[in-house]
Nanobody, 123 residues
Framework: VQLQASGGGLVQAGGSLRFSCAAS???????MGWFRQAPGKEREFVAT????????YYSDSVKGRFTISRDNTQNTVYLQMNSLKPEDTAVYYC??????????????????WGQGTLVTVSS
């Protein structure tokens, strides 16, 4: 499985962006997630979604502002980011896990990673 993320860019604080992550293969039975890494910091969990999309989970820092969704007919997962803050500036990565939907915030659970896309939020 290869993952191709798109949708990054420069946005002002309070603005919105939408990421897409398209998979080369069928990912309907994969847990999908988004992670991010800010300059000088470790990679951190952002959001995850179960195979059918019924279960989602967010980090406290993005809860209520970001929404993860998926379209299994298109093998694509999305991350809608609203009310962006300067602290959201980071490289964002999508990831896919073949495992069960347990401990989905653990990046060690993910088997495939996209190349990363940069978001810069200006104040």
């Amino acid at each position: 499985v290869q993952l191709q993320a798109s949708g990054g860019g420069l946005v002002q604080a309070g603005g919105s962006l939408r990421f897409s992550c398209a998979a080369s293969g069928r990912t309907s039975n994969y847990v999908m997630g988004w992670f991010r890494q800010a300059p000088g910091k470790e990679r951190e969990f952002v959001a995850t979604i179960s195979w059918g999309g019924r279960n989602t989970y967010y980090s406290d820092s993005v809860k209520g502002r970001f929404t993860i969704s998926r379209d299994n007919t298109q093998n694509t997962v999305y991350l809608q980011m609203n009310s962006l803050k300067p602290e959201d500036t980071a490289v964002y990565y999508c990831a896919a896990s073949r495992g069960p939907y347990s401990d989905p915030a653990n990046d060690g659970k993910y088997d495939y990673w996209g190349q990363g896309t940069l978001v810069t939020v200006s104040s």
